[in-house]
């Protein structure tokens, strides 16, 4: 040892999960890198809600093309997360991740070249392979490059911000695109992005691949595809026609668990399965990743149903919306960065159960401040969902870190998985909800008779309808009931949804180990 200097973690590199040389100084620059090109993904999943207007009256879809253009991205995203990741495993994560950013890339361009809805729908489906290629590979990388728990858990905290930041900036980047160009800018945006990403991917990130990964099974991947997708489509359906009764859905839903069931036991009895189902047996894990679903199930409906009150009840434009719809992004991002350094002195488990009861707190203030909703009680309750959302940023290290490393691609996969399925059920439960209460609250229009059998039944539909139709019959009356129905609606989808939140609060806090701190999430 004389006359020499043990080399040091950020000088050498002998992880068998990365391939070739790596300088591990370039973590930090390799964490900017992912977490940018996760703002392009998460902007592109909320951006179009605003542009759907625009392009609507360009292209004319039909309801159900309509319908199509949102869902088929988060269906082809979910059904293909575990799929992918897997592929990455043994592709190469850095390959998959590159070649999902030329995909996102190549689809956006060629927006301008869409004519009809078919097409959109077609460059949608496209976007969802290349956000299902990226997503899991940016958390994979994540776990095989910071191998200290503490720098993990900050790593982590970075991403699950940007993620929610991501999600309330596709409001208002799309508002601004759309007051200043084309509904096409909604797409065309994230061309820049990607490019940036795919040159910064080049030099900060390494190649990871899992050593010795077994076959891989297409039929398993096959059974994934058609189990989380239709699944997600039964519960969407469910959602759009307000109604459990509705054969199709219930088929498709069997067909879904039918295969998903299939899918479990091939992996339980195969030597080299396509996705390790026994991470669940890990109570760490399996904590992580209902905390995670649960997150997700508030934020998402409660920026889609606020998102609706800030423009068609409040008056905002959709630019102002996405404005206003920020507290919840900047609170997700400062507790996001907290919670690592609460949990080392309160415990994971605590830390967990705040975050999760804060949320349900936000969503419970919606619901009591009920029919006297102003913008200041929207603020307080954003800033309350986002705060307890950013602090389940400790949700990702405990996904990421309560397995194996050899196992990142698969937990990476069941984390986005988790947040996925979480957005679909919390727009479905709370959504439906919201909408059954302000049908039942407006009731029949008592200028039913002026308006006409079609218009009337737009206005019940919803509070876009409701609102539509009385600017072009000038009924203002009516737009102002609607208003007051839907306030209505979200007040008691605000209590339910913060009821269901401070229940798993629990469920949370007793299936997280006691005494979990950072450093127990190091295999």
């Known amino acids: 040892m004389s006359g020499t200097t043990a080399p040091t973690r950020d000088t050498m590199h002998t992880d068998p999960h990365i391939v070739g040389s790596y300088d591990p100084s370039r973590r930090w620059l390799g964490l900017i890198t992912l977490t940018f090109s996760l703002l392009a993904i998460t902007t592109d999943m909320t951006i179009l809600n605003v542009a759907i207007p625009a392009m609507s009256a360009d292209l004319q879809p039909s309801a159900s093309q309509q319908l199509w253009i949102i869902d088929a991205y988060s269906l082809v995203m979910a059904g293909l997360l575990i799929s992918m990741s897997s592929i990455a495993d043994r592709w190469g994560r850095k390959r998959m991740l590159m070649t999902g950013y030329v995909l996102i890339a190549l689809a956006s361009v060629l927006v301008l070249l869409a004519h009809s809805p078919g097409f959109v729908i077609a460059l949608r489906v496209l976007l969802g392979v290349g956000a299902a290629m990226v ?3 940016t958390l994979s990388l994540l776990r095989v490059t910071f191998t200290d728990t503490r720098e993990r858990a900050t790593a982590l905290a970075v991403w699950a911000a940007v993620a929610g930041i991501g999600a309330a900036v596709g409001p208002l980047l799309g508002g601004f695109l759309l007051e200043t160009f084309h509904w096409q800018s909604a797409f065309l945006v994230s061309v820049p992005m990607m490019v940036i990403a795919f040159v910064s991917a080049i030099v900060t990130v390494p190649e990871s691949r899992v050593p010795e990964p077994g076959p ?9 595809l058609v189990g989380m997708s239709t699944i997600i489509w039964a519960i969407k359906t469910f959602s ?32 080299s399965p396509l996705l390790d189902v026994t991470m669940f047996r890990h109570r760490i894990f399996s904590a992580g990743v209902l905390a995670a679903l649960v997150a997700s199930f508030s934020m998402s409906a409660g ?3 606020l998102a609706q009150w800030l423009q068609l009840v409040n008056g905002a ?3 102002e919306s996405g404005l206003q719809l920020m507290p919840l992004a900047l609170a997700a991002a400062v507790t996001s960065l907290l919670a690592p350094v609460a949990s080392e002195r309160i415990g994971m488990r605590t830390t967990i159960f705040l975050a999760l009861f804060v949320t349900g707190a ?14 200041t009680s929207v603020f307080i309750a954003l800033g309350l969902i986002g705060a307890g959302i950013g602090a389940l940023a400790l949700a990702s290290s405990m996904i990421m870190g309560g397995v194996p490393r050899s196992k990142a691609g698969n937990a990476a996969a069941m984390e986005d998985t988790s947040y996925e399925f979480g957005a679909v059920l919390g727009i479905a439960i709370l959504g439906s909800l919201a909408s059954f209460l302000y049908r039942r609250e407006l009731g029949t229009p008592a200028e039913a008779l002026v308006l006409g059998a079609e218009a009337t039944e737009a206005a019940r539909d919803s509070l876009g309808g409701a609102v539509a139709v009385a600017e072009a019959a000038r009924l203002p009356d009516l737009a102002a009931r609607a208003g007051e129905a839907f306030t209505s609606g979200l007040g008691l989808a605000g209590l339910i949804g913060g009821l269901i939140l401070v229940v798993f609060a629990f469920v949370v806090f007793f299936l997280t180990p006691k005494g979990t701190m950072l450093a127990d999430l190091e295999h």
């Open 303 to 305: 920026l889609l149903l």
């Open 240 to 271: 759009e026609q307000a109604s459990l009764i509705y054969l199709p859905a219930w088929i498709a839903f069997a067909v879904g668990a039918g295969a998903l069931t299939w899918f479990v036991r091939r992996c339980l009895h195969s030597d």
């Open 135 to 137: 997503m899991p590979s």
């Open 317 to 319: 434009s959709a630019f």
């Open 362 to 375: 936000g969503m419970f203030y919606l619901g009591v401040r009920g029919g006297g909703l102003d913008l």
């Open 216 to 224: 891989w099974d297409p039929f398993a991947a096959a059974l994934t």
